[in-house]
């Protein structure tokens, strides 16, 4: 009977619920829950990645609240994120032979200042492509007089001619019938210097001149793309004041001036609503003496202007463009100032303008209308 007694204590503890259990474990010097180890492991682990997580954001936020004191403190540091010419992308192409990546085309150089020297492309029309097999830079150069207009093109922030977009584009320009000249401002690619706005304006102004006197009459157009639209503008606006106004100004992914465009890009419209966003962003361009005040030079001009913009645009948003037309247009006959926008649906966003297959049609309409 004593076994039987102390058999059936441990049974009959067994239906006498989780706390008698409990409580005859502990009796017996057992531990609460034998096989718990997982159940911890998953709880250790969990307070790590909230650990981590709380970290992360804390980091997270004290970068972005310190940003705006940087740059302020650091005004230089904003003129490098607006020429990014220390990207200089693409890294494998050999900026003097150009042939590699473009048919038709040598690579010269050009001493726009003392101690200032730019790289420039001349790529022919393509229906001059036979011709120029194994000539020299001297070939290269009296062909700017026969009878096909030239284009100045005036790139964006970042990378160097050799970038896919730009080269894609001389390539559509080529085709139709156009002399490219792509220019890599003083500070980019092999160019020397360093790059601020008065520098690549004197630096477009100079290659203007130099192809106007080998042109012999023939039309030179200066083509700017999103930050190369503000030096197109400048560069104009100077050759306008120097008595020679440009031939034509084609302006694509244009922006007003440089706060405006700061305001509306993607890394800026993350401060938007951080207490004196103007002070630590807008008013730094004021202090690295970066405008670009296309609203204020297209106000002057008295060159035709071709607008081009892509309504999908994210970068420079497209109604920056309908307002320079909307200003050309008070101090122009309406046939020589033209916006085309591009279709949202059409996905030609920033860069990639060069795939309307309409494109060159639209130059070459614009240039016989004015």
Request: aromatic share 12%; with cysteine; proline share 5%.
């Amino acid at each position: 009977m004593a076994l039987l007694s102390t058999l059936n204590y441990p049974l009959a503890t067994v239906f006498a619920g989780e706390g008698e259990v409990r409580l005859r474990r502990k009796q017996l010097g057992l531990p609460h829950h034998q096989g718990g180890g997982s159940e911890s492991r998953n709880t250790g682990s969990s307070l790590r990645w909230a650990f981590y997580l709380k970290t992360s954001v804390v980091v997270l936020l004290c970068i972005y609240i310190s940003v705006p004191f940087i740059i302020r403190l650091f005004p230089a540091l904003l003129a490098k994120v607006v020429y990014l010419n220390i990207l200089k992308v693409p890294f494998s192409v050999d900026l003097r032979n150009p042939k590699l990546i473009l048919n038709h085309t040598t690579n010269f150089y050009l001493t726009t200042e003392d101690g200032v020297t730019i790289g420039v492309w001349h790529t022919l029309p393509v229906s001059r492509w036979e011709e120029a097999k194994h000539k020299d830079q001297a070939w290269y150069e009296e062909a700017l007089s026969d009878v096909n207009p030239v284009i100045i093109y005036l790139h964006g922030n970042g990378g160097t001619r050799a970038v896919d977009h730009r080269v894609q584009l001389v390539k559509v320009l080529s085709a139709a019938g156009f002399h490219v000249l792509s220019l890599d401002y003083r500070g980019y690619a092999d160019s020397t210097g360093e790059p601020t706005e008065n520098g690549i304006t004197t630096d477009s102004v100079y290659l203007y001149e130099w192809v106007k006197a080998r042109s012999r009459g023939t039309p030179v157009c200066i083509w700017g793309h999103s930050l190369g639209s503000g030096v197109a503008t400048n560069a104009a606006r100077k050759l306008q004041e120097m008595g020679s106004a440009a031939d034509v100004v084609i302006l694509e992914s244009p922006y007003t001036n440089i706060r405006e465009a700061g305001a509306y890009h993607p890394f800026g419209s993350i401060y938007h609503n951080f207490p004196g966003f103007e002070y630590f962003f807008l008013d730094t361009f004021t202090l690295n003496n970066i405008v670009f005040p296309s609203d204020e030079n297209v106000k002057l001009l008295t060159t035709p202007i071709l607008i081009l913009h892509a309504e999908d645009d994210t970068v420079v948003p497209s109604f920056m463009a309908k307002k320079l037309h909307d200003i050309a247009l008070k101090s122009q006959n309406s046939k020589d100032v033209k916006l085309v926008l591009f279709r949202a649906d059409l996905g030609y966003q920033h860069e990639n303008i060069y795939k309307d297959p309409k494109l060159s049609e639209i130059i070459w309409d614009f240039l016989n209308n004015i």
